[in-house]
Every structure is written in structure tokens, then in C-alpha cells.
């Protein structure tokens, strides 16, 4: 059973930084492209920071400079460290696991809410 499970979200003052991380189980994790996609009220979903099982990383304009996402590939787990976070950051953010090569898959996380307020 693949399971993504995201954690390390909750409620930040503008400035201020949140880790979040996104635990996997059932998927040959070194071989998947992660990313982190975020969803805002009434907004469609969209890409945030993605890294290749090459370590290859790309990211969102909106976001350079302030957020890094990187991978363990012995804990399975994907994190996101956001800094500087911004009102317009909050939106309920998502994990996401995809291969293409020999074969193809792709799964996502329950997700996990970032609120930037003061």
C-alpha cells in the first residue's frame, strides 16, 4: 500500500519559517521525482519545488530564494523548508511521487495546511 503522509504545517506569523516533511512508504522512493505542489482557496493547484531522483532541483518563481526542498533517500522522506513566508503562502500543500521511465506512477499525499497570518 503507497502511502504519502506530510506533516509540519500549521499556523506562521509573515516572516517566519515552517519545515515540512512528507514521509513515503510502498514506492521505490530513491527512483521517484518528488515535488510539492500547493492549493489555495479558490485557486488551482499548482507546483511549488520539485527534486529528481538525480537530486535535480526546480522551483517556482514565486518562491525562489526563500523556500529549498531536498530528499533522504534512507528515511524515504521529502522536506520543504520555507522561510521568509508570506500571507500569499498560505494554501494546503501537497506531496507528490511520480516515475516515467521504464514504467509510469504517480501518488499524492492527503496534504497539509500552512497558514501565514498575523
Known amino acids: 500500500q503507497v502511502q504519502l503522509v506530510e506533516s509540519g504545517g500549521g499556523l506562521v506569523q509573515p516572516g517566519g519559517s515552517l519545515r515540512l516533511s512528507c514521509a513515503t512508504s510502498?514506492?521505490?522512493?530513491?527512483?521517484?521525482?518528488m515535488s510539492w505542489y500547493r492549493q489555495a482557496p479558490g485557486k488551482q493547484r499548482e507546483s511549488v519545488a520539485g527534486?529528481?531522483?538525480?537530486?535535480?532541483?526546480n522551483y517556482a518563481d514565486s518562491v525562489k530564494g526563500r523556500f529549498t526542498i531536498s530528499r533522504d533517500n534512507a528515511k524515504n522522506t521529502v522536506y520543504l523548508q520555507m522561510n521568509s513566508l508570506k500571507p500569499e503562502d498560505t494554501a494546503v500543500y501537497y506531496c507528490?511521487?511520480?516515475?516515467?521511465?521504464?514504467?509510469?506512477?504517480?501518488?499524492w499525499g492527503q496534504g497539509t495546511q500552512v497558514t501565514v497570518s498575523s
Open positions: 527534486i529528481t531522483s538525480r537530486r535535480g532541483t
Open positions: 510502498g514506492i521505490i522512493f530513491s527512483i521517484a521525482d
Open positions: 507528490h511521487a511520480a516515475y516515467s521511465r521504464t514504467s509510469s506512477w504517480e501518488y
